[in-house]
């Protein structure tokens, strides 16, 4: 075999193989989008921003520049200590061209869950005051990884209308909540709600 049939054996072997692993992990991401289980599961190894202590988890979807996320925000925040709850925040960065820059301003700060409560305190119509920067390579696979999430829950994440919120309950049922929440509703969510 000369040098080259060699190059061009290796060049196939390698391509075999890339795609053979990359049919594993499509098979792995399918299983937790069509599973709630490990989806839930999948949740919890993205990266969020918690809020609140207690055993009660939500999984909440936060873009800076859309009201809806707000309102849930706002709604939430004097609820955590009250009922013994953890909301998880997502970033994700879809909704304008300036979202994935203030959600990286956001996730590359010292401290993010101080600059994502600043942010949320200041909302105005534009959306959260956050100057974009820059999205880093880290970061921005954050952001895919927590934008195909939301989509696999979702479909298309662009008509979206209402916040979307995910919790467990205490039966160990996987719920995924999307509408508008009335306080009897968010209520009976956070009740349900388990870990």
């Known amino acids: ?18 795609g053979c692993l990359l049919h594993l992990s499509v098979a792995r991401a399918a299983s937790w989008q069509n599973n ?14 918690a809020e609140g202590r207690g055993p009660k988890v939500l999984y909440d979807f936060i873009d800076l520049n859309a009201p809806n996320d707000h ?7 004097p609820l955590l200590s009250r009922d013994h709850l953890v909301v998880r925040q997502l970033l994700v960065g879809y909704l304008k061209t300036s979202s994935a820059g203030k959600a990286a301003a956001i996730l590359q700060s010292r401290d993010p869950r101080a600059a994502l409560a600043r942010a949320e305190s200041r909302f ?19 952001l895919q ?30 719920h995924v ?8 509703r968010l209520a009976a969510i956070i009740g349900r709600a388990g870990p």
């Not at 075999?1 to 890339?18: E, H, I, W």
């Not at 709630?36 to 921003?49: E, K, M, P, V």
């Not at 105005?124 to 954050?142: C, D, E, F, K, L």
């Not at 909540?177 to 009897?184: E, R, V």
């Open 145 to 174: 990884a927590n934008f195909q999430a939301l989509t696999a829950l979702e479909g298309n994440p662009w008509m979206r209308m209402a916040p979307l919120l995910v919790y467990r309950s205490q039966t160990g049922h996987v």
């Open 177 to 184: 909540f999307q509408g508008y929440l009335t306080s009897t």
């Open 1 to 18: 075999m000369t040098p080259r049939d060699s190059r061009r054996v290796f060049a196939m072997a390698m391509a075999f193989l890339g």
């Open 36 to 49: 709630a289980q490990l989806l839930y599961r999948h949740l919890g190894r993205l990266h969020w921003i």
């Open 71 to 77: 309102a849930l925000f706002t709604r939430l925040a």
């Open 124 to 142: 105005s119509a534009q959306g959260a005051p956050v100057a974009p920067i820059p999205v880093r390579p880290a970061t921005q696979r954050i």
